[in-house]
């Protein structure tokens, strides 16, 4: 089992950059496929990006494609997520999130683990 802790939200103005961070503990972090998920105020939890294991390819919603990055440093155990080009619609609590290998998955019950979460304020 592992066990995941993000960092790095905070308020930001439109345009601006945030990069989030998930720690992981408890168990071999490159074995899990990981990724970002997101809940804004009054709405559904909602997929923002996915690295899945053991291949590495990468998935972005459409909503944020081209804007955010994912990446993972595994002898760190840690997992990012690099925010540019902000927007007020980005606002939300960024949970960090694992499953079992390989793939990614559309559903949000689909994922074992969570995070906490951190929140992520976009100013107009």
């Known amino acids: 089992e592992v066990q995941l802790e993000e960092s790095g939200g905070g308020v930001v103005e439109a345009g601006g950059s945030l990069r989030l961070s998930c720690a992981a503990s408890g168990s071999t972090f490159g074995d899990y496929t990981i990724g970002w998920w997101r809940q804004a105020p009054g709405k559904e939890r909602e997929g923002v990006s996915c690295l899945s294991y053991p291949d590495g390819n990468t998935w972005y919603s459409d909503s944020v494609k081209g804007r955010f990055t994912i990446s993972s440093d595994n002898a760190k155990d840690t997992l990012y997520l690099q925010m540019d080009s902000l927007e007020p619609e980005d606002t939300a609590v960024y949970y960090c999130?694992?499953?079992?290998?390989?793939?990614?998955?559309?559903?949000?019950?689909?994922?074992?683990?969570w995070g906490q979460g951190t929140q992520v304020t976009v100013s107009s």
């Open positions: 999130v694992a499953l079992k290998p390989p793939l990614c998955k559309a559903n949000a019950a689909m994922y074992d683990f």
